[in-house]
């Protein structure tokens, strides 16, 4: 007899719809296929389903043989929780015997997606690997899982949250994610997000030290970090397995352990390998920004957020605008790509710190820009500040977990109303996208069919979020 597996999905049912660049990313979901090297790793056979790939999903679904599996895993974001509930609602019908857990950045959730979906059994909180691990050798063996550490279940109808789980620290000790379980030609960035291709995504620490406002932590307080050997050896199997050109690093932070980064540099300056990172203005500096730039490095995106210092603080970002303007003015000195993340209606906005924001986004020297209207995720301390303030919500919209791309408001404060936001968003992306100095530098990087494809598609998705988009209804 076969032993039974766990089959991991993917449960999005599209590319990700982003409010900016994103727009038309197909990209391979990275936290399934770690989970699905670590359980073959433990012992445990693991299969692995992404649904975006699908033309039919829930065809696709009906189709497949479940007696197999013994548990299911699925994965999704925050914007993608409803596809998760629905995946979860046929899963049951078609294998009712088989628990379902949810993992992913909607586990953000917790005890809520468990309320809002009966079909899942289980929320997997924050990391998964060790949790789910446990939670199937619990499952597979008939066990208890009512003490499982870091996982959200029920008893009887209650929704129960289990003390947290220490997060790994040795981070070198993870098998490499299993990417020969997806066909990973079918996988692309959109426009603007590559150099070259083939480009694979890697992670190469998890957490991060700030103390942001209005993040959601999903991956912890504090930074843990694979060595740069490990990280190396990743990048050759890429190289060697997949014939990979270009690497994005997902992490949040990239450079906050600077001995790591230099190491890193010297030994991937051999490697004739391109790669973008993301990173904090209070976190680089010339020489090692050169380095890097030696090794592959030619894109960096720094999390800009605001261009009011007030607001900044408000918000305890830890840096100011003069950092932020150091930061870029150096990252172009050296030849190098520099994207700057703003948020509209940060915790304290008004007009005046929004108009400020704008006129220091367009004096730095960015050449792509990010901007989003905040969402305050489900158990932030973003969602705590709007309660304790009493700012006004939209009622229709804050609990609508598909309103987190950033794109209309969910919130009301101080002399902001929503039509304002939308149109502050629309108009950034008019004054920076729809200029003829963008336009023609963004045609020049066209190369291939695929490239021309999607910077059509991208170019028709930046135009509608102008024209149309979601209004910003009025809050109550």
């Known amino acids: 007899m076969t032993e039974k597996k766990a089959l991991l999905i993917s449960a999005e049912r599209s590319t990700f719809q982003g409010a900016l660049w994103g727009a038309h990313d197909r990209e391979l ?12 790793f433990e012992g445990f ?23 197999r599996y013994f548990i299911f895993g699925l994965s999704a974001n925050l914007s993608g929780a409803y596809a998760a509930y629905r995946t979860a609602d046929l899963l ?34 924050n990391e998964e690997e060790t949790t789910f691990r446990e939670l199937a050798a619990r499952t597979a063996s008939g066990g208890d899982v009512s003490d499982v550490r870091g996982l959200a279940h029920r008893r009887g109808n209650n929704p129960i949250e289990n003390p947290q789980r220490e997060y790994l620290r040795d981070l070198d000790s993870l098998p490499f994610p299993a990417r020969h379980k997806f066909d990973v030609k079918q996988y692309f960035p959109s426009p603007g997000k590559y150099k070259l291709m083939p480009q694979f995504t890697m992670l190469s620490s998890r957490g991060c030290n700030g103390d942001c406002l209005f993040c959601p932590r999903l991956t912890g307080k504090g930074m843990r ?30 450079t906050a352990d600077r001995e790591r980064v230099m190491a890193f540099a010297e030994l991937a300056a051999g490697r004739k390998i391109a790669f973008r990172v993301a990173s904090r203005v209070d976190m680089v500096d010339e020489e090692m920004l050169a380095a890097l730039k030696r090794a592959g490095l030619y894109s960096i995106g720094y999390g800009i957020e605001s261009g009011a210092d ?35 209606n940060m915790a304290g906005d008004t007009r005046e710190t929004t108009e400020k924001t704008i006129a220091f986004m367009a004096s730095l020297p960015l050449d792509l820009v990010n901007v989003q209207i905040t969402y305050p995720w489900p158990n932030s301390a973003m969602r705590q500040y709007v309660a304790d303030k009493g700012l006004a919500i939209n009622n229709e919209k804050w609990n609508d977990w598909t309103r987190c791309r950033g794109d209309e408001a969910v919130f009301t404060q101080n002399d902001l109303d929503a039509d304002y936001l939308v149109e502050t968003y629309k108009r950034v992306v008019r004054n920076f996208y729809m200029n003829p100095r963008f336009i023609l530098k963004w045609l020049s990087r066209i190369r291939t069919y695929h490239d021309f494809k999607y910077a059509f598609l991208q170019f028709l998705a930046l135009a509608k979020s102008v024209v149309g988009g979601r209004a910003g209804a009025k809050t109550d």
């Open 45 to 67: 056979g693991a299969d692995a389903l992404d649904l975006q790939l699908q033309l039919d999903a829930d065809a696709a679904l009906r189709g497949m043989n479940f007696s």
């Open 92 to 125: 049951k019908k078609l294998a009712p015997g088989i628990p379902i857990a949810l993992f992913g950045a909607a586990s953000v959730l917790k005890s809520i997606a468990l309320n809002e979906c009966e079909s899942i059994d289980y929320v997997i909180l």
């Open 29 to 40: 979901p990275l936290n399934v296929a770690y989970l699905a090297a670590f359980l073959e």
């Open 225 to 254: 970090f694979r060595s740069a050997g490990n990280i190396m050896a990743e990048i050759d199997m890429l190289i060697c397995d997949y014939r990979a050109r270009e690497i994005f690093f997902v992490d949040d932070t990239f």
């Open 310 to 344: 007030e607001i900044l603080k408000i918000n305890r970002k830890g840096v100011n605008t003069q950092q932020i303007r150091k930061a870029v003015e150096t990252t172009k000195k050296l030849g190098l790509e520099a994207r700057g993340f703003f948020m509209l």
